[in-house]
T-cell receptor, first 111, second 112 residues
Framework: QKEVEQDPGPLSVPEGAIVSLNCTYS??????FMWYRQYSRKGPELLMY????GNKEDGRFTAQVDKSSKYISLFIRDSQPSDSATYLC???????????FGTGTRLQVTL | NAGVTQTPKFQVLKTGQSMTLQCAQD?????MYWYRQDPGMGLRLIYY???????DKGEVPNGYNVSRLNKREFSLRLESAAPSQTSVYFC???????????FGPGTRLTVT
């Protein structure tokens, strides 16, 4: 079983929809949780990170962590075609620790 | 500021051939990483260098070697390429928490 599980999609939604992307994990030592966005044929870029449990909001994006359930989510409000990309969750046990990535969920926002 | 650059962008090798993937960053970062990305497997760490002069194995180091040439450059060498090494290779760097990694554009490698 992988340490981090993520549904690969693809997920197709109409413009303006609320998108929910999720990951589950098994390692209770993970403390930092990240979402990276990767456009086609590009390298990943950090979108958001969260420490421990709780919510963090940045514009249209909200990251949520539930450590008791070992479940993290990324919500995108008012989705735009420019949000079409692969979203990778990642996590680690400390600020100097190596990252463990999910496989990524491909999102398509249609007009 | 170019960030993280990788060369070449694409490469096709025959089984048994060798090659070196180059990575350079101009952000004065201490730590650098090499990942491979395969469908259904996500990003997996091959090797990393926490600082100039040090290198360590990641999750999938077999068949690869690395050199941290200086603070800017971190190369990945395939001594005898195998079809299982067909992948997209990404270099990344950071100078702070490891969650804040900056990635290059990738090298698409096909081994036939």
């Amino acid at each position: 079983q992988k340490e981090v599980e993520q549904d690969p999609g693809p997920l197709s939604v109409p413009e303006g929809a609320i998108v929910s992307l999720n990951c589950t994990y098994s390692n209770s030592a993970f403390q930092y949780f990240m979402w990276y966005r990767q456009y086609s044929r590009k390298g990943p870029e950090l979108l958001m990170y969260t420490y421990s449990s709780g919510n963090k909001e940045d514009g249209r994006f909200t990251a949520q962590v539930d450590k008791s359930s070992k479940y993290i989510s990324l919500f995108i409000r008012d989705s735009q075609p420019s949000d079409s990309a692969t979203y990778l969750c990642a996590m680690n046990a400390g600020t100097a620790s190596k990252l463990t990535f999910g496989t990524g969920t491909r999102l398509q926002v249609t007009l | 500021n170019a960030g993280v650059t990788q060369t070449p962008k694409f490469q096709v090798l025959k089984t048994g051939q060798s090659m070196t993937l180059q990575c350079a960053q101009d952000m004065n970062h201490n730590s650098m990483y090499w990942y491979r990305q395969d469908p259904g497997m996500g990003l997996r760490l091959i090797y990393y260098s926490a600082s100039e002069g040090t290198t360590d194995k990641g999750e999938v180091p077999n068949g690869y070697n690395v050199s941290r040439l200086n603070k800017r450059e971190f190369s990945l060498r395939l001594e005898s390429a195998a079809p299982s090494q067909t992948s997209v290779y990404f270099c990344a760097s950071t100078d702070g928490p490891t969650y804040e990694q900056y990635f290059g554009p990738g090298t698409r490698l096909t081994v036939t």
